[in-house]
């Protein structure tokens, strides 16, 4: 072979962002619309002071004016639910929660009515108010659906907004909050960290500022570039499939294929900037690079390691086997990085593996080097035939002779009736020791040595 080189006392405001995606995976397809819906906690609490104002005017006053400047924006429908709104906090009512204002393109000042009349009094129920939130959109094949809760305080209904997070996004619903808190203490963010990022404001500013941010997020166009670097970092590595995964619910959610466009830069693709992604490059083996954070409204570029080579495969001259193929593995591992077949090209990422090739007898070689750009040749020679016969038949092995170890090795056991059989083999000396089926004496053991040569066929009459 030739080898080549939170609780209600505590003070807060926070927003959550939660993203539901019609169709799970996106393709790099942006759709046709966004619908955004404002969920208004209209709790008793709400009446706490927030500087010069209470929670609630504040609230109003910039979601109000957030949907006067969403107006003219393309493609966005917008709608208000509301909850604590209908029965006072004695009550403790936990389905108190209601679709004031359904999706529509030209509802904003419907929207803004409603708010100016909301008034605090119950409970706050934000488990069961997100479930219920999850039917406010109409179905379609192509949209982007958001929910922005606004809120001050933890769930006052024995409800588990994580748990209903959770199960929302085993139904193909990505969720990605926000969470800014006002006057509370450390441990509060502890709290929130199985659904979302925590954010600290402390002026009504504070809020606007983070509701900004928010809304860029679900209607501004964002990009990504995605670089595969070399082993010099140039960002030449391409043609492989990426996939992306949520980082927080490990769900799937986009695939390309990397691309290097006419002018040999990575090609750009659109992403949901709502997410953190764990980018899984299907390289062999594959590469990952985890909890990436995409900017929203910008264009991002995110480099990746996976420097490449090949590794060819080839027989020296014509192969009889039906099928040869290759188990390569990590160095030194058994972890298996791909089975190859022969007279084939792949490509690895640099750098060493182990090489079974599943010939007869099996071939082994370690420490196989991988390098950039360049292809490895691995080259074994042609194979040769064996032509067995025996008219009783007979059970037995064939082995080959390790000069090294002193010792036979097993090749292939042969257990054959009357008749004839035809063995590809490599070419080497080996041994055959058997016995006739029908003599059970110990002393009828046979031994018969013979070569197989390179595209030659050796035949062997036993018994």
Not at 174 to 203: H, M, N, S, W, Y
Not at 260 to 274: A, K, M, S
Request: contains cysteine.
């Amino acid at each position: 072979m030739i080898h080549k080189a939170l609780s209600k006392s505590t003070l807060i405001l926070c927003i959550l962002l939660l993203v539901f995606t019609c169709v799970p995976n996106v393709y790099a397809q942006q759709p046709n619309k966004t619908r955004i819906l404002f969920l208004l906690d209209a709790s008793g609490s709400m009446y706490a002071e927030m500087g010069t104002d209470t929670r609630m005017d504040v609230a109003k006053r910039l979601l109000s004016k957030m949907v006067d400047s969403l107006r003219y924006t393309p493609n966005l429908e917008i709608a208000l639910r509301v909850y604590g709104h209908q029965t006072t906090k004695d009550k403790q009512n936990c389905r108190d929660t209601k679709l004031e204002i359904p999706f529509g393109k030209t509802n904003h000042d419907a929207m803004k009515e409603k708010l100016r009349g909301i008034r605090p009094l119950g409970t706050t129920l934000i488990a069961y108010s997100l479930q219920e939130a999850a039917f406010d959109f109409p179905q379609d094949n192509r949209c982007r659906n958001v929910i922005i809760l606004i809120t001050d305080g933890l769930e006052e209904c024995n409800g588990d907004p994580c748990a209903v997070s959770e199960a929302l996004q085993r139904r193909g619903v990505i969720l990605r909050p926000f969470i800014i808190g006002v006057g509370l203490d450390k441990e509060f963010g502890k709290q929130f960290e199985c659904i979302g990022r925590f954010f600290d404001a402390t002026t009504e500013q504070g809020f606007d500022d983070v509701l900004r941010v928010v809304i860029s997020q679900a209607i501004n166009n964002t990009t990504l570039q995605v670089n595969l670097l070399d082993i010099s970092g140039r960002a030449l590595e391409t043609d492989v499939n990426m996939t992306f995964y949520d980082n927080h619910t490990g769900r799937m959610t986009d695939n390309f294929v990397h691309t290097l466009n006419n002018r040999g830069v990575p090609d750009t693709i659109n992403l949901d900037p709502v997410n953190r992604y764990n980018i899984v490059v299907h390289t062999l083996p594959p590469v990952t690079k985890e909890n990436v954070e995409i900017i929203a409204g910008r264009h991002n570029i995110v480099a990746i390691d996976a420097p490449q080579g090949s590794l060819k495969l080839r027989v020296n001259g014509v192969t009889n086997y039906n099928r040869l193929q290759c188990i390569v593995k990590k160095a030194g591992t058994h972890e298996v990085v791909n089975v190859q077949d022969f007279n084939t090209s792949e490509k690895y990422i640099v750098g060493k593996y182990d090489i079974e090739i599943l010939s007869t007898p099996r071939i082994y070689e370690k420490n196989v080097s991988v390098n950039q750009s360049t292809s490895m040749l691995v080259e074994i020679d042609q194979p040769g035939k064996l032509n067995f016969y025996t008219q009783l038949g007979v059970m037995g092995a064939i082995y080959k002779f390790n000069p090294k170890s002193n010792k036979l090795e097993w090749v292939i056991n042969v257990n054959n009736a009357s008749g004839a059989q035809i063995l590809v083999m490599q070419p080497g000396m080996y041994k055959l020791i058997c016995r006739a089926n029908i003599d059970k004496r110990i002393i009828a053991t046979k031994r018969v040595d013979f070569e197989i040569k390179s595209g030659q066929v050796t035949p062997l009459n036993v018994l």
